[in-house]
């Protein structure tokens, strides 16, 4: 990822959640899956998973400004809503490689037996009709497409009043905005998927302050130069 050429302080969630109620009903995440799947996040309907998933950390995980969560998993819709959640909550996020302790660990799937990951390991499923992990999960493991739907659409939790934070690697990435992407206002951006989940939060950041959707895909190949065009999208890296 190049080095931003013009750069503001990193923003606080407050400022996402400004940006994506104003948003309302249109679009601001769209995924599209393995499997042919189109899912469209409204401003509204993402701040919505944002706040259960805060309050799901919050309750089950004991999660409060600075704790450590660890997400162990690709770019996806559900991923970008956990994020969310997280920074709703005051959490810091760790992404890709460390040995840093963390109090949450979130991944695709359990510990291996006998291993422990952190005080708290939630696991993700990620097909588009899992409503449940497919699969057996250890007791002390939660599943987070089984639990999240029945938490509170609204954070019950104290506003988070820190910047954003985020390390990659176990390196505090700086979450200042770039502006990429702004040459071209109102268009979506489509992310480049060989970005990692570091620089896919960030420039999904970008673009959600500067009132644009966001569109993520795991292959290059499914955003073609037609659905660049029926999502009115531009390509970003």
């Known amino acids: 990822m190049t080095t931003p050429t013009e750069t503001t302080p990193s923003p606080r969630f407050s400022d996402l959640e400004r940006s994506l109620t104003v948003a309302g009903s249109a679009p601001r995440l769209i995924w599209y899956g393995p499997e042919g799947e189109r899912v469209e996040l409204s401003g509204a309907v993402l701040l919505n998973w944002a706040a259960k ?14 704790t450590a969560i660890r997400l162990a998993l690709p770019v996806h819709w559900r991923t970008m809503a956990l994020a969310l959640g997280g920074w709703q909550a005051g959490a810091l996020l760790h992404t890709g490689t460390d040995d840093d302790a963390v109090t949450v660990h979130v991944d695709v799937a359990p510990a291996a037996a006998g291993s422990v990951r952190a005080e708290y390991d939630v696991v993700v499923a ?10 057996e999960l250890p ?24 910047r954003l934070r985020l390390c ?13 992407g ?12 060989s970005l990692d989940l570091a620089d896919a939060l960030l420039t999904a950041v970008d673009a959600w302050l500067d009132g644009v959707a966001v ?3 795991d292959d290059a190949e499914r955003i073609t130069d037609a659905v660049l065009a029926s999502e009115r999208a531009v390509r970003v890296s």
């Not at 309050?55 to 600075?66: A, K, Q, R, S, T």
């Not at 990659?168 to 990429?180: F, Y």
């Not at 206002?185 to 998927?193: M, Q, S, Y």
Request: glycine share 10%; hydrophobic share 35%; aromatic share 6%.
């Open 215 to 217: 569109l993520i895909t």
């Open 53 to 66: 998933t805060a309050n799901l950390l919050v309750e089950e995980c004991d999660v409060e400004p600075g």
């Open 182 to 193: 702004a040459a071209e206002p109102g268009r979506t951006r489509a992310l480049d998927p």
């Open 126 to 135: 990620l097909g588009t009709l899992d409503l449940a992990y497919p699969g």
């Open 168 to 180: 990659r690697d176990g390196r505090p990435v700086e979450l200042h905005r770039s502006r990429r």
């Open 139 to 162: 007791a002390d493991t939660l599943d987070y497409a089984a639990i999240v739907r029945a938490f509170g659409d609204g954070f019950a939790g104290e506003p988070a009043t820190d």
